[in-house]
């Protein structure tokens, strides 16, 4: 009855084309149709007919392929077909399996015998199946087990399964490196055979080795050698080329040798591929070699001119690997890398863009810059932006050295947030802040360009450019001793189409707008230091007298404008916009009234004008620039204690920590903030109360939490209330309070040096201890060691294998000598067979002792 029903099943089964058939017709539903389709499958793939189960297999893997079905279920299903006898059936079972398995399946230790049996096949097509399995899913265990056969399918007969055997020595080598010592000999054997196929394959492999551990297959350069200079073949050329470009790096010896081939091949060759592989060996690892390097720069000309757009990048690329080193070989073809700016492939102006940066230095950095700019006004918005941001990397790097003229770069810098398709402003703000910090000299051109952004309302709109106008308005803020026209600068601060901004970026407006306040109004009260920057005054016709040239007109208008376009800010959403306007407008409510005592009065020094000069003195700190490693720098304070744990401060004071909640309050809700309180004063007030009461005998608590509040009295909250009861209470044996309250730091606390205003003939920019780069993390370590270690043994024990058999040949010669005389020629040949095993074992032991060494480069080079 069973092998009816799977009769049946195999008779009236759908197959591949049935399944792409239907899913064709699916104009809508085709995920139905998969559901449909899958469930078939499912009862399909249990059948113990190994046809039908190998038909439902394929249908599912050409669905996971596809529609991303996933098959992981039916991995044990695709072990079954593996084992069939059929080759059609087999090949739709590793097929599966190298699409599904992973080193996670369960069942993949199934499959070591059968893959070994099918690598030890007479059918070399199954053992193609088989050594293809073994690449895509080998394992560490699969490597291990497959290691003998992998050797003896390195020397088979069969070009195909050979060059495939020496395909899967990657992965088992990399899976399982103690197989160097089984196969590394044979595949080097490989490298001398005749078959085209056979040696494409081991160049291969051996290009793929070198890019991890060159220094390990110098050995092998002789070999490597003889390839490029007889082969024909391209392909095996290229991968020559790529293995030198790695062993030239680190043996210099090899550039010279190889310099002629290389040189010969450019000059005969018509392949581009080639062509090109050659000229990136040169600018790459042979760029000693002076003849090899200037015909390889010939060649990069001609791509350069050529029509070709793929071909004039790969000219440009090669410029850009030769531009380290030999920036003349860029400089010579400056006019074709300008030319391809305007080129319409992207990649192309890519290059040519990144190649003109390299360019780039303190004499022409103007002259690159205006061309850039102009180029970037006409350009597309990515095109532009890449632009814009390659100068800014360009002239910013090593804290800004091939810049001199910080005044012509200050402007450039304003000049881009002018360009319609700018979206870099996040980079050029914060190079206006970083300028202003570190150049003193640049910051009259700084306030000059900020002032000349501000003004422009057309920027206000475009939410790129808001760090550039909160940079712009800081350092109208921070440096307006600077300015010309406070007023302007502050009416610019404060015009009505600031709405557009962000409500952060209002903040920093409206600070600002406070510090251009505090200097002016410091100006006006000042009595004797003259001013370097007067404000403008508003009205001239003014008939009262100007008090160190700002009038009291002025300074009244300055205030009022400021008070009236706070005034709607002081009722906004955003809390930080919120409390600055109020901040503000708080000041100028206690120092308003003032202003017109200093015309009447005659005293030098008022109330008002201390209370600006206090002002004044706390934004004259100069800021400066801040390294990424900053915060490591500063020592940690004697006594602190950041580890120790304070989990048992919830054991002394738990009572004392739950929130307060006030009795007349609602119970269902709290009507404002001052229901809730972290009561630290009751804390202090009880412990009191009970230091108090019992002063002889004092209970463990309290004791214990004495010495918590002892030791970590910096994490405790000062109470007025409890110091003006100490106060009352006389006692001064209190310790707990060491900070002194707000209102007892006096001015003098604040007062610091103002500012300096030095001019110096060329500028000079703030460096930083240790730079300005971000610090860098160390290289981990290598994961190909023991893959290197295992081909360095194997190619020493090659050499080790030689001079043993030299030693056998040198035995059989002296054991053919024949002695003539008698007792003494006899006592002599023992002396001489005693004298030679000496130097045999003390010739053995350097051998081993030279096996630690590193490998050297073999004497044809030398």
């Not at 920027?459 to 010309?484: C, D, M, R, T």
């Amino acid at each position: 009855m069973a092998s009816s029903n799977s009769l049946m099943d195999n008779l009236f089964q759908r197959s591949l084309e049935d399944l792409i058939k239907g899913l064709r017709l699916q104009l809508l539903g085709e995920s139905f149709f998969i559901s449909k389709s899958l469930e078939e499958i499912r009862r399909e793939i249990k059948s113990t007919d190994l046809s039908t189960k190998s038909i439902a297999l394929q249908k599912l893997s050409y669905l996971a392929a596809l529609h991303g079905v996933d098959m992981s279920w039916a991995a044990f299903h695709a072990v079954e077909v593996v084992s069939s006898s059929r080759f059609s059936d087999k090949r739709i079972g590793y097929h599966a399996i190298t699409q599904s398995f992973n080193d996670q399946t369960p069942v993949l230790l199934l499959i070591t015998n059968q893959l070994r049996k099918d690598l030890n096949s007479s059918n070399e097509y199954e053992v193609s199946l088989a050594l293809e399995c073994l690449s895509r899913i080998g394992t560490d265990d699969l490597a291990r087990d497959l290691t003998s056969e992998v050797f003896t399918l390195l020397g088979s007969s069969k070009v195909l399964v050979r060059k495939k055997a020496i395909g899967v020595v990657l992965r088992v080598f990399d899976k399982y490196p103690d197989a160097v010592k089984v196969c590394f000999k044979r595949l080097v054997e490989n490298l001398e055979s005749s078959d085209p196929q056979i040696l494409s394959a081991v160049v291969g492999v051996f290009c793929e080795l070198t890019t991890k551990e060159p220094r390990s297959y110098l050995p092998l350069a002789p070999e490597f050698y003889k390839i490029l200079v007889d082969s024909r073949n391209n392909w095996d050329l290229i991968k020559v080329l790529k293995i030198f470009a790695k062993l030239a790096l680190v043996e210099p010896r090899l550039a010279k040798k190889v310099a002629d081939p290389i040189c010969e091949l450019m000059r005969r060759t018509v392949g581009k591929s080639l062509l090109f592989e050659c000229i990136r060996t040169v600018v790459s690892s042979l760029s000693d070699q002076e003849t090899a390097l200037k015909l390889a720069v010939a060649k990069i000309r001609e791509f350069l001119v050529d029509d070709d757009r793929n071909l004039k990048y790969l000219g440009l690329h090669a410029l850009s690997i030769a531009a380290p080193k030999h920036l003349w070989a860029v400089l010579e073809n400056k006019e074709a890398v300008v030319k391809a700016l305007s080129d319409e492939d992207p990649n192309v102006k890519l290059e040519a863009l990144h190649l003109l940066m390299s360019m780039v230095n303190e004499d022409n950095v103007s002259e690159i810059s205006r061309i850039l700019m102009n180029y970037a006004l006409k350009s597309d918005p990515f095109f532009c932006n890449e632009i814009i941001a390659s100068i800014l990397l360009a002239c910013s790097r090593n804290s800004y050295e091939i810049i001199v003229d910080f005044d012509w770069y200050l402007s450039l810098l304003g000049e881009m947030a002018r360009i319609p398709h700018c979206q870099r402003g996040q980079e050029i703000g914060h190079q206006l802040i970083d300028i202003g910090t570190r150049v003193k000299d640049a910051r009259l051109e700084l306030v000059r360009v900020s002032r000349a952004l501000l003004i422009d309302p057309a920027l206000l709109g475009n939410q790129f450019l808001h760090p550039i106008l909160s940079a712009a308005s800081w350092a109208s803020g921070e440096y307006v001793e600077f300015s010309k026209t406070p007023y302007e600068i502050a009416e610019a601060l404060l015009q009505p189409r600031t709405s557009l901004l962000a409500p952060s970026v209002r903040a920093i407006y409206i600070h600002s707008t406070f510090k251009v306040l505090v200097f002016s109004l410091a100006v006006y009260f000042s009595a004797q230091e003259p001013i370097s920057s007067p404000l403008v005054e508003e009205s001239t016709s003014s008939g009262s007298s100007p008090v160190n040239g700002i009038t009291h007109k002025s300074i009244s208008s300055l205030v009022n404008m400021i008070e009236i376009g706070l005034c709607s800010l002081s009722g906004t959403l955003d809390v930080e916009v919120q409390e600055r306007a109020k901040n503000v407008l708080g000041f100028i409510g206690m120092i308003k009234h003032k202003i017109a005592e200093k015309v009447t009065t005659q005293e030098s020094e008022t109330e008002a004008s201390r209370a600006v000069a206090f002002m004044e003195d706390v934004f004259s700190e100069e800021l400066g620039p801040v390294t990424s490693t900053a915060q490591e720098k500063v020592p940690l304070p004697d006594g602190l204690e950041l580890k120790e744990s304070l989990e048992d401060l919830q054991e002394f004071c738990g009572e004392f920590l739950k929130p307060v909640v006030d009795s007349n309050s609602n119970s269902n809700s709290f009507s404002s903030s001052e229901n809730i309180s972290f009561s630290v004063a009751k804390l202090r007030i009880s412990d009191q109360k009970e230091a108090s009461s019992s002063s002889s005998h004092p209970p463990e608590s309290a004791s214990l939490l004495a010495e918590h509040r002892k030791r970590h009295g910096l994490y405790y909250l000062s109470s007025q209330k409890n110091d003006d009861h100490n106060d009352n209470n006389g006692d001064n044996n209190n310790t707990l309070n060491e900070y002194p309250p707000a209102n007892e730091i006096s001015v003098d606390s604040f007062n610091t040096k103002k500012k300096m205003n030095q001019s110096k003939q060329r500028p000079v920019v703030v460096q930083l201890d240790e730079g300005d780069g971000l610090k860098t993390k160390p290289d981990a370590s290598n994961n190909d060691e023991p893959l290197s270690r295992a081909i360095q043994t194997a190619l020493m024990g090659k050499g080790k294998e030689k001079e043993r058999e030299k030693d056998n040949h040198e035995r059989d010669l002296d054991s053919r000598i024949k002695g003539r005389s008698s007792g003494r020629e006899k006592k002599t040949k023992k002396k001489n067979g005693e004298k030679s095993s000496k130097h045999r074992s003390r010739r053995r032991s350097d051998k081993e002792s030279s096996a630690a060494e590193p490998v050297e480069i073999p004497d044809f080079l030398l």
